[in-house]
């Protein structure tokens, strides 16, 4: 697919991330850069709400250094459902008006240290286009079938052993994210034909023991793939979900924890109820899937 027909020799596109303290992230977004350019020759920067570096201010430094005349750049978040990040924070770190009030702060003056008051403006007098999240892409489906497939090429188990898929997801206090894992889980039920299900990291439910538990009691499940339906790996993927799911001892992880999200992350206590084996593959990445994904969502714009 290619979208340099399409673009103006003067339009560039920031990828919009969130940033990590870990360094698992900022790999996976160099190497979704990478892909991105090489397969569309298009200029194109990461640029991160917080934490990591370029920021999105920075990262339109960057694109005006390298394209000349540059009067179009075409912001892409790439995260998967919307919420706070892609309504409020982003439009308003690419100086935009934010989609709707910022309920942390319906009156918009966010507190000195807070990183929407300490973050750089955006310096651009051309036109900037903000595109939407990914969103319940049918693509989506061919990704995590891949995930589910290299899981079961690492078990120790027979290829009879009754199986069963659990996609998981973070979870949000809006209801975005529930809105879209629910629609990504009923296109995946209708293709699947292993026993199924979804659960919510934390912030709202099922979470992922209760539906564990749910799924095995229903179905006498020998072994179990666990998705982690997130694009790059990170805190979430690496040390939550794991210890959810019993893998790390309790030791290796406190079980609250701030991430500088502005609240606290507190995860479901209800034991995980499955003595069989668990799989747990990688999350998105730079799969070539979610690199034509993004391609596409510029071209229907």
């Given at each position: 697919m290619d979208i340099s027909?399409?673009?103006?020799?003067?339009?560039?596109?920031?990828?919009v991330s969130h940033g990590s303290t870990l360094p698992y992230a900022e790999e996976t977004f160099t190497q979704i850069k990478?892909?991105?350019?090489?397969?569309?020759?298009?200029?194109?920067?990461?640029?991160y709400m917080k934490v990591s570096e370029p920021t999105i201010a920075g990262a339109v430094e960057i694109l005006k250094g390298e394209v000349d005349d540059l009067d179009k750049i075409i912001a892409l978040p790439v995260f998967l459902a919307p919420g706070i990040h892609t309504?409020?924070?982003?439009?308003?770190?690419?100086?935009?008006?934010?989609?709707?009030?910022?309920?942390?702060?319906?009156?918009g003056n966010y507190p000195p240290e807070h990183y929407l008051s300490i973050a750089d403006d955006v310096d651009f007098d051309g036109e900037i286009e903000l595109l939407g999240p990914i969103g319940p892409r049918d693509e989506l489906l061919?990704?995590?079938?891949?995930?589910?497939?290299?899981?079961?090429?690492?078990?120790?188990?027979?290829?009879?052993?009754?199986?069963?898929?659990?996609?998981?997801?973070?979870?949000?206090?809006l209801n975005?994210?529930?809105?879209?894992?629910?629609?990504?889980?009923?296109k995946f039920e209708k293709t699947c034909e292993l026993p199924s299900g979804f659960g919510f990291m934390e912030l709202c439910g099922p979470s992922i023991p209760e539906s564990i538990n749910?799924?095995?009691?229903?179905?006498?499940?020998?072994?179990?793939?666990?998705?982690?339906?997130?694009?790059?790996?990170?805190?979430?993927?690496?040390?939550d979900?794991?210890?959810?799911?019993?893998?790390?001892?309790?030791?290796?992880?406190?079980?609250?924890?701030?991430?500088?999200?502005?609240?606290?992350?507190?995860?479901d206590l209800t034991p995980v109820e499955f003595d069989g084996e668990i799989?747990?593959?990688e999350p998105i990445k730079a799969d070539d899937i979610l690199i034509d994904i993004l391609i596409a969502m510029i071209n229907e714009k």
């Amino acid at each position: 697919m290619d979208i340099s027909l399409k673009l103006s020799n003067n339009t560039a596109v920031i990828l919009v991330s969130h940033g990590s303290t870990l360094p698992y992230a900022e790999e996976t977004f160099t190497q979704i850069k990478d892909k991105f350019i090489k397969k569309t020759g298009i200029a194109t920067e990461i640029g991160y709400m917080k934490v990591s570096e370029p920021t999105i201010a920075g990262a339109v430094e960057i694109l005006k250094g390298e394209v000349d005349d540059l009067d179009k750049i075409i912001a892409l978040p790439v995260f998967l459902a919307p919420g706070i990040h892609t309504n409020i924070d982003i439009p308003i770190l690419l100086g935009l008006k934010p989609l709707e009030v910022d309920p942390r702060c319906p009156d918009g003056n966010y507190p000195p240290e807070h990183y929407l008051s300490i973050a750089d403006d955006v310096d651009f007098d051309g036109e900037i286009e903000l595109l939407g999240p990914i969103g319940p892409r049918d693509e989506l489906l061919d990704i995590i079938d891949k995930r589910i497939d290299e899981a079961l090429k690492e078990s120790e188990l027979d290829d009879d052993a009754k199986t069963g898929v659990l996609l998981v997801t973070h979870g949000s206090r809006l209801n975005y994210n529930k809105e879209f894992a629910t629609a990504l889980y009923g296109k995946f039920e209708k293709t699947c034909e292993l026993p199924s299900g979804f659960g919510f990291m934390e912030l709202c439910g099922p979470s992922i023991p209760e539906s564990i538990n749910k799924l095995v009691d229903e179905n006498d499940l020998e072994r179990l793939v666990v998705v982690p339906v997130f694009i790059a790996p990170g805190m979430h993927t690496t040390h939550d979900i794991p210890h959810i799911l019993g893998f790390l001892e309790a030791h290796e992880h406190e079980h609250s924890h701030s991430h500088g999200h502005g609240h606290d992350h507190s995860h479901d206590l209800t034991p995980v109820e499955f003595d069989g084996e668990i799989l747990y593959p990688e999350p998105i990445k730079a799969d070539d899937i979610l690199i034509d994904i993004l391609i596409a969502m510029i071209n229907e714009k």
